[in-house]
């Protein structure tokens, strides 16, 4: 009785074991079970920290961009104003010598003296354009102020007294209506230069070419004193000088891939002040030439 009794004790304690054994089984696979299921959910969280990391980053660099854009904008929009005002003060200068030489007592002296008016023309020509090739050919003198503001002003008065001296063979009328028509004019393709989408600023060589060609036809006109080659001439020379001026403008505004820089502020305005004078002698001509034949 006493073995079965103690046989029996041992086979009890062998269970307890057994179900320990199971428990602990049970318990470790519980844990390995969690282990597994928490391991992709702190995958998952890694995941959307790195990718809310790269959105900031380029939140970041986004405005980084605008920002830059923002003073590239300023400093563009400084540029233009510089140079447009500088432009004001030329045309100002050059209209008033205009309206000057038409008083009667100018125009009646100048009239009196053709030679030595044309002297004076030659010289401020000559003078106009050995400035020009001067600034052109010391670039840092025309980002060096006073000196390219001197400059600027000597070739302004050079060429105000050229158009002046050229503007009192004509009456007041034709100079008034020809002056009225190149501020129309200007400010049309200024306004078009401003808001098309055309891109001009690439035709810098096509312009060279067909400016050529042009003044070949001027110089065979004047040459052979062919009227209706002359007249032919003008028409296309004003044409030209309207492109002209749409292509400076569009490499002011900067608006496609070719533009002037913000120090070359005087070369800029130059450009489009010779363009605003070139078309006003020749709409000077085209007012003479139909006042002279309805006459």
């Given amino acids: 009785m006493t073995e079965i009794t103690k046989l029996e004790i041992t086979e009890e304690k062998i269970d307890e074991k057994n179900n320990d054994i199971n428990v602990e089984s049970s318990e470790n696979a519980h844990e390995n079970n969690d282990d597994s299921t928490f391991q992709p959910a702190a995958e998952i969280k890694s995941y959307e920290n ?12 986004e405005n980084e961009q605008n920002l830059q854009l923002n003073i590239e904008a300023s400093v563009r929009n400084g ?5 447009y005002g500088i432009l ?5 200068i050059t209209f008033s010598f205009v309206l000057l030489f038409q008083l009667p007592s100018i125009k009646k002296l100048i ?9 004076i023309l030659l010289f401020s020509s000559i003078s106009f354009l050995f400035l020009f090739l001067i600034l052109a050919c010391c670039r840092n003198l025309s980002k060096t102020v006073p000196y390219n503001y001197i ?8 060429e105000a007294l050229s158009c002046a001296i050229i503007s009192s063979c004509y009456s007041f009328e034709i100079v008034a209506i020809s002056l009225f028509l190149t501020i129309v004019s200007t400010l049309t393709i200024t306004i078009y230069a401003c808001t098309t ?14 400016f050529s060609q042009l003044f070949m036809v ?23 000088v309207g492109i002209y001026l749409v292509y400076d403008t569009q490499l002011i505004m900067g608006k496609f891939g070719y533009a002037y820089s913000v120090d070359d502020y005087i070369f800029a305005t130059l450009e489009i002040y010779m363009d605003i004078i070139r078309l006003f002698l020749l709409i000077l001509r085209i007012v003479a030439q139909a006042s002279s034949k309805k006459n």
Avoid: P
């Fill in 151 to 158: 400059f600027l002003l000597a070739i302004t008065l050079c």
């Fill in 79 to 83: 540029f233009i104003r510089k140079v």
């Fill in 50 to 61: 790195e990718k809310n990391y790269h959105i900031e980053e380029e939140k970041e660099y």
């Fill in 197 to 210: 989408k055309s891109d001009f600023s690439y035709l810098r060589v096509i312009l060279l070419i067909i």
């Fill in 88 to 92: 004001s003060i030329q045309l100002i």
């Fill in 111 to 119: 009239l009196s003296n053709i030679q030595l008016a044309g002297n």
């Fill in 218 to 240: 001027g110089f065979i006109s004047i040459l052979f004193r062919i009227k209706i080659l002359y007249t032919f001439y003008t028409f296309l020379s004003t044409i030209m």
